[in-house]
Nanobody
Framework: QVQLVESGGGLVQPGGSLRLSCAVS????????IGWFRQAPGKEREGVSC????????YYADFAEGRFTISRDNAKNTVYLHMTSLKPEDTAVYYC????????????????WGQGTQVTVSS
């Protein structure tokens, strides 16, 4: 059973940066695609950035392109989302999720989910 724990959220001012971490246990990270998703109050969950199993092909939503960077450290079984130039509209609960042998598309079905970490962008 794969388990995921997100951390690194918090309150940040507009224009600031945060690095979210997703620690994966119960299996070898290299076999899984990892996705970062977010859900703001009253809105549907949306894909932010995803990275494939194996070679680490990456995908970014339009709003994340150029501001967010996804990376993985297989030795630490951890995936990161480095967010810069944060905006108030980035405020949401951020979740990470896994898909076995996934190709890195955020539109795929992800089967294991973490509990989420709150990101609030406000002055």
């Amino acid at each position: 059973q794969v388990q995921l724990v997100e951390s690194g959220g918090g309150l940040v001012q507009p224009g600031g940066s945060l690095r979210l971490s997703c620690a994966v246990s119960g299996s070898t990270l290299d076999y899984y695609a990892i996705g970062w998703f977010r859900q703001a109050p009253g809105k549907e969950r949306e894909g932010v950035s995803c990275i494939s199993s194996g070679v680490g092909r990456t995908y970014y939503a339009d709003f994340a392109e150029g501001r967010f960077t996804i990376s993985r450290d297989n030795a630490k079984n951890t995936v990161y989302l480095h967010m810069t130039s944060l905006k108030p509209e980035d405020t949401a609960v951020y979740y990470c999720a896994t898909r076995f042998l996934g190709l890195g598309y955020c539109s795929d079905e992800y089967t294991s989910w973490g509990q989420g970490t709150q990101v609030t962008v406000s002055s």
